[in-house]
């Protein structure tokens, strides 16, 4: 699918921009490849530089309670250092990479809610055009995708994503959020917990999956949460039987919960000494109790009968998808 966007005409006879990006869903950590069309305006123009920012739409709490904004996450310098002709039509081509952490915005071919965009910025001598916003649609990794197929077939449904603006203590994350998706428990754990909430840390080497359960409060304590983290290989996608792993994370996951309940029993009480599992090394120390908001975009989605096969129910993701792109694209330009 591709995206074309006319950004239009930088100033009162200037020259018009047109960016367009090369079809499909890209993968994070893989390239963003597309070109830039500039036609010159009246007279001629210094395009000093061609400029493409990665931007998301976040979730962020504060002590007023919650809200949402734009977050710069990448900026590529693409073309510039020419003189344009009146008239002239000139092609940019670019290829820039995706941070390995770009969140998700597809599974299945169907939207999760959450929203990406491309800014071009084109600066002339003296002037500088932001230009319109481009979707940006990213599909998961191999081994992500294992992860969530995994989770399906256990019986764990989706609920929903989004992106929450901070970082996960004790762990490699390096953009300044983190996208979470929500799963509604397998009947197995039901009993146990209202929700878990999985974000994939991806990195050149493999993937930090943290896991994060509620625990349902008694008569007489608050619920409270529980966090462990689990690695993995990039090569492991199609080596693990997954359902067996991701299962031995949820034991060990709720096996957490218990001990971190046993002394903590008043919410959260930062760390605790009890490592996570590494999949791929034993014992890990990288955990951290205390390092989320609470949610959600309540974007409707159900889990389907293969795996976390994820389905519009009465037509109410398509609308809330394009609900929030039309906010972010046309409401936040600077």
Known sequence: MVFK????????????????????????????????????????????????????????EHEEGESEGEVVFERFTVGGGFRLGPEEEREVPFAVPLPWETPVTELYGQPLGIVLGVRTEVGLAGAR??????????????????????????GFGFRSADLEYGRIGGTGQRLPFYQEIELTPAPRYAHAVNEIELT??????????????????????????????????????????????VDSWISRLIAHREAYGAHAAYGHSGYDGHGGYDAHGGYDAHEDDHHRSRPGLGTAVAAGA?????????????????????????????
């Open 129 to 154: 055009d932001k230009g319109d916003l481009d979707p940006l649609a990213v599909r998961p990794l191999a081994v992500q995708e294992a992860v969530l197929e995994a989770f399906g077939q256990l």
């Open 200 to 245: 994939f840390l991806a990195s050149p080497a493999g993937l930090e999956v943290v896991l994060e359960a509620d625990k349902r409060g008694g008569a007489f304590s608050a619920g409270h949460d529980a966090l462990t983290r689990f690695s993995v290989r990039h090569e492991d996608a199609h080596t693990l039987d997954w359902n067996s792993e």
């Open 5 to 60: 966007r006319l950004l239009g005409a930088i100033g009162a006879g200037g020259p018009s921009v047109d960016t367009v990006l090369d079809g499909g869903a890209v993968l994070p950590g893989g390239m963003l490849t597309g070109r830039v069309w500039l036609k010159g305006g009246s007279a001629a123009a210094e395009v000093e530089h061609i400029g493409l920012e990665l931007l998301a739409r976040v979730e962020a």
């Open 306 to 334: 293969a795996g976390l096969a994820v389905g519009a129910v009465g037509g109410m993701v398509a609308a809330e998808v394009v609900d929030e792109i039309g906010d972010f694209f046309e409401g936040d330009e600077d």
